[in-house]
């Protein structure tokens, strides 16, 4: 029987076969184990119970808009992601064959990124959400078109645009999805479910993408994903078109008579004086930049090993891309269990990116220790399953950090604020960028491994303060 299986698998190396085995076997019991551990909705929560007294709504009433509404977001979430994973995974290769500076194209992208993000969460806030979401999907449309020439002027302004995108893509969605949520009066303990999705989603998209992405480059040349890449966001483009517009400052007087000065002042006064808004932000940047970081790391450090077979990175890529969706569905029982447990409800989440950060960096201290003390061929198979550890954990913070920005900034300056965060994390992704360039592979990964440890520590401070509910910010 074994042969048989064998014999319809890829011609993959052995190790990577079991890998992918064992990730496909792994993502199937959780999911399973997750549907029967689930608590059946039909249970009112003492919040829910409120809402529908005070909206008049029964149950079955509320739940049924609810999941129109997630699924209205859900849907555009997961196109643009896909169409986001099939171009990244194969940008490398495209600048390749054009004989670029590829550094420096990616290099521009991220200097990009930081040299906008402070001016372009307030705009995202004053001029509404759904138009910035709109704004990204034509950016990402003209961007991928220039990626067709393979002048490296065009690129580059390719890439300055993609600074441009990348921190709309990662704060008008989710705050046109955070205060809609509010608006329309749903419990504020679904949002957790919504980004427990988002993360489940992100995993699946990226695993579906190597398999699209090969088939397009198959087809049309290394171009190819990107073509695909422009009929999936020109899709989301149309699915946007059904939302309803929301902006910041809606319940301080209205968007109207805010100026775009005072929007961009208020989002850093805020940053500047609400130490837990600016640990948030600064945890942000700390896991995030050490996540970017790894990405940057696996590929070489691998093939730097020489594993017996090589290394199909579409295969370990897809296994990797597993771990993620597990910590994503993983995400809700585990803060359900220190709610239950450990902590109170309120604490839960905290409590849950403290032990996720714990976690990553124990994972990235093995090839630290390992690549530093020992022969690398010795430490193959106990990098490989940290590599996978910290994709998993990559996976489990997510929804939680997500959840965590939800409580803690205002509705009325997300996006203004979430752009602020970006800036100290391209700073930091700049900086890792760097570190892999002129440092050994261990010590790389011990300056990961602290940077997560950094996360876990400002994220315990959260977790324990003595307030529970989200700081309501008026405009002064």
């Known amino acids: 029987m074994n042969d048989i299986v064998t014999n319809l698998l890829p011609d993959w190396p052995s190790w990577a076969l079991n890998l992918l085995l064992g990730m496909s076997a792994a993502l199937t019991t959780t999911l399973l184990v997750n549907y029967f551990y689930t608590p059946d909705d039909a249970t009112e929560s003492a919040e829910e119970t409120k809402l529908l007294k005070s909206a008049h709504k029964t149950h079955e009433a509320l739940h049924e808009e609810f999941n129109k509404f997630r699924w209205s977001y859900l849907s555009v979430y997961l196109v643009i992601m896909l169409a986001d994973w099939m171009q ?49 999907c034509v950016l990402e449309i003209a961007i991928n078109w220039l990626e067709h020439y393979k002048s490296f002027e065009i690129l580059l302004l390719g890439r300055v645009l993609g600074g441009i995108s990348t921190n709309l893509l990662f704060s008008a969605f989710e705050s046109w999805m955070a205060t809609e949520h509010r608006k329309k009066g749903f419990p504020e303990e679904w949002m957790a479910r919504t980004y427990s999705e988002l993360s489940i ?35 989301a483009l149309v699915l946007i078109l059904r939302w309803e517009e929301n902006y910041g400052e809606e319940k301080e007087g209205g968007h109207e008579n805010n100026t775009l000065y005072k929007q961009f002042k208020d989002g850093w006064k805020l940053v500047g004086s609400d130490s837990k808004v600016l640990r948030i932000g600064l945890i942000q940047a700390l896991s995030e930049g050490g996540m970017y970081t790894f990405v940057f790391m696996w590929v070489p450090t691998l093939l730097s090993m020489e594993p017996p077979g090589g290394v199909p990175t579409g295969c370990v890529f897809s296994a990797l891309m597993m771990a993620i969706t597990i910590g994503g569905i993983v995400f809700q029982p585990l803060e359900n269990f220190f709610a239950t447990k450990i902590t109170s409800k309120s604490r839960a989440p905290e409590l849950s990116a403290t032990f996720a950060y714990v976690m990553a960096s124990m994972s990235m201290s093995v090839p630290a220790i390992c690549l530093c003390c020992a022969p690398a061929s010795t430490c193959f198979e106990k990098i490989l399953i940290s590599f996978v550890v910290i994709e998993f954990c990559v996976g489990l913070s997510s929804p939680i950090a997500g959840t965590l920005r939800a409580k803690y900034v205002p509705d009325a300056y997300q996006g203004a604020i979430m752009n602020i965060f970006r800036l100290p994390l391209n700073i930091v992704v700049v900086s890792g960028t760097y570190a892999t360039d002129v440092y050994d592979q261990y010590q790389v990964f011990g300056i990961v491994s602290a940077l997560f440890l950094s996360a876990a520590a400002l994220q315990s401070t959260l977790a324990l303060g003595n307030k529970d509910e989200k700081k309501q910010v008026k405009a002064d």
């Open 88 to 136: 990244g995974t194969h940008m490398y290769t495209l600048y390749l064959s054009y004989n670029v500076n590829i550094s420096a194209l990616f290099l521009t992208g991220f200097l990009s990124g930081a040299i906008f993000a402070p001016f372009l969460g307030s705009l995202v806030d004053k001029f509404g959400r759904k138009r910035s979401c709109i704004v990204y």
């Open 201 to 235: 989603g992100n995993g699946t998209t990226a695993i579906l993408a190597g398999v699209f992405a090969q088939v397009l480059e198959d087809s049309f040349g290394h171009i190819g994903p990107f073509r695909g890449a422009i009929a999936l966001t020109a899709l």
